[in-house]
């Protein structure tokens, strides 16, 4: 199983997101954009997992699982340049020590339970859009894209799997 901890968002934020994203795909001459059911702000990522650990993973996740809920908030556009077309994202904001502090237990408790966990500079975005190609340049795709913050209560995290079913990319909470 590909597994990953995840912050999801409220249907009334995904309605949103989708809308930017929307918005966002008629400044681009190609991209792939992500299911609405699918937006998250991913914690860790674990990859392929036998399911004999899962046991084990759940109780790591849930050993964090209890914190003071906090604010979140999407805010702006951003992008990670690849060869094979951007990855168009939505910048996280709000209370980023609160998430910060949750991740790092997070992964301290994944570490300990024997999960590898990336140590990878972590920077909260939502993916929107994969392989962007824009139609004018990134500066002029960010100010037509101007929105509304996007609110978000956290609290809690989940366990989630990703798998291609009927061939589309699906996010399930486990």
Known sequence: MRLFVAVNFSPQAKSELSALTA???EALASG???RPDNFHLTLAFLGETQPC???TLRKAVASVGVF???ILSVESLGRFVRNDGDILW???RGDISALTTLRSRLCKALSEAGFPVENEEFH???TLVRQAVYLENFKALQMSADFTPIPQRVENIS???SER???ILTYTEI
Do not use: N, T, Y
Request: glycine share 8%; proline share 8%; aromatic share 4%.
């Open 23 to 25: 918005r966002c795909r």
């Open 32 to 34: 792939v954009a992500v």
């Open 53 to 55: 650990l899962l046991s």
């Open 68 to 70: 003071e809920p906090f």
């Open 90 to 92: 939505a910048d996280v």
């Open 124 to 126: 909260p975005h939502m």
């Open 159 to 161: 366990l989630m799997k």
């Open 165 to 167: 079913l009927g061939g």
